[in-house]
């Protein structure tokens, strides 16, 4: 069974950082790209960053980029995000993804439950 | 960019009646589209992919229609347990993958 488990959200300050980590089990995590995805309380889904197999490419939505980073370990079967510079409209719940592959290339085929960060001060 | 417009916000059916969701998107997403539901304090989940194909275990009464930049997500006959929100999805835009603003599915 496919697993992903967000953990590192909180409240932090404007101006801050933090980082999130996703541990994922039950498939062959360096076979597959990951993303985060965020969604601000009440909002839509929004996607936030990309990484590939084996790290060499990655990519990030307009109002992350400089701020952001997405690395992965794929020794320890773990997704992160690091987060910078801290701005309130990053408030959101933050959900590591699964990016399909095959038939499924392109969608989000497996989520985790979320982990919420609050920048507030 | 890519903006996918969904339409209605909120849809209001009564238990068994068919549910018709639209998603529109600014330029031909092919049938790279995919739609997710999402209930409240969970994560989302996949349904349709390919603009038509249902995702492993999701039930026949969901359906998926469209290609280039109109597309409909129908449920034909509701059950208590498809009241949620429904995000449309591109994904013919690698690497983003720009959602439309959801859907609610409301008991009427």
């Known amino acids: 069974e496919v697993q992903l488990v967000e953990s590192g959200g909180g409240l932090v300050q404007p101006g801050g950082s933090l980082r999130l980590s996703c541990a994922a089990s039950g498939f062959t995590f360096s076979s597959y790209w990951m993303s985060w995805v965020r969604q601000a309380p009440g909002k839509g889904l929004e996607w936030v960053a990309n990484i590939k197999q084996d790290g060499s490419e990655k990519y990030y939505v307009d109002s992350v980029k400089g701020r952001f980073t997405i690395s992965r370990d794929n020794a320890k079967n773990s997704l992160y995000l690091q987060m910078n510079s801290l701005r309130a409209e990053d408030t959101a719940v933050y959900y590591c993804?699964?990016?399909?592959?095959?038939?499924?290339?392109?969608?989000?085929?497996?989520w985790g439950q979320g982990t919420l960060v609050t920048v507030s001060s | 960019e890519i903006v996918m417009t969904q339409s209605p916000a909120t849809l209001s059916v009564s238990p068994g009646e068919r549910a018709t969701l639209s998603c529109r998107a600014s330029?031909?997403?092919?049938?790279?589209l995919a739609w997710y539901q999402q209930k409240p304090g969970q994560a989302p989940r996949l349904l349709i992919y390919g603009a038509s194909t249902r995702a492993t275990g999701i039930p026949a009464r969901f359906s998926g229609s469209g290609s280039g930049t109109e597309f409909t997500l129908t449920i034909s006959s509701l059950q208590s347990e498809d009241f949620a929100v429904y995000y449309c999805?591109?994904?013919?835009?690698?690497?983003?993958?720009?959602f439309g603003q959801g859907t609610k599915v409301e008991i009427k």
């Open positions: 330029q031909s997403v092919s049938s790279n």
């Open positions: 993804a699964r990016r399909g592959d095959g038939e499924l290339w392109g969608t989000f085929d497996y």
């Open positions: 999805q591109q994904y013919n835009n690698w690497p983003s993958g720009t």
